[in-house]
């Protein structure tokens, strides 16, 4: 089982940075893909961006430019940085993480959220 734990969330004024960091632990033989999704009021979950074990990164049309995932394989722990930040961009921030256990079987996991508010 693993567990993924959000934090960096909060409230900012537009044009503001936040950085969101997620780390995974529990039993864990390898993390493939990494990801950050987010859900706005009366909408559905999308995607942010995601990052391959190797760094090859992803995003969405609506963030590229302003945020930036990495991560850390040592620590198992991926970042989202967001700067630039618009009030659209308030939501609950969620990670993912795509588990490789010892016998080779995937499950992917999902962390309990946490909120982002940009103020206008």
């Known amino acids: 089982q693993v567990q993924l734990v959000e934090s960096g969330g909060g409230l900012v004024q537009a044009g503001g940075s936040l950085r969101l960091s997620c780390a995974a632990s529990?039993?864990?033989?390898?993390?493939?893909?990494m990801g950050w999704f987010r859900q706005a009021p009366g909408k559905q979950r999308e995607l942010v961006a995601t990052?391959?074990?190797?760094?090859?990164?992803n995003y969405a049309d609506s963030v590229k430019g302003r945020f930036t995932i990495s991560r850390d394989n040592a620590k198992n722990t991926v970042y989202l940085q967001m700067n630039s930040l618009k009030p659209e961009d308030t939501a609950v921030y969620y990670c993912?993480?795509?588990?490789?256990?010892?016998?080779?079987?995937?499950?992917?996991?999902w962390g309990q959220g946490t909120q982002v508010t940009v103020s206008s």
């Open positions: 993912n993480a795509e588990s490789i256990s010892i016998f080779q079987t995937s499950n992917t996991y």
């Open positions: 529990g039993i864990i033989f390898k993390i493939n893909d």
């Open positions: 990052i391959t074990s190797g760094g090859s990164t």
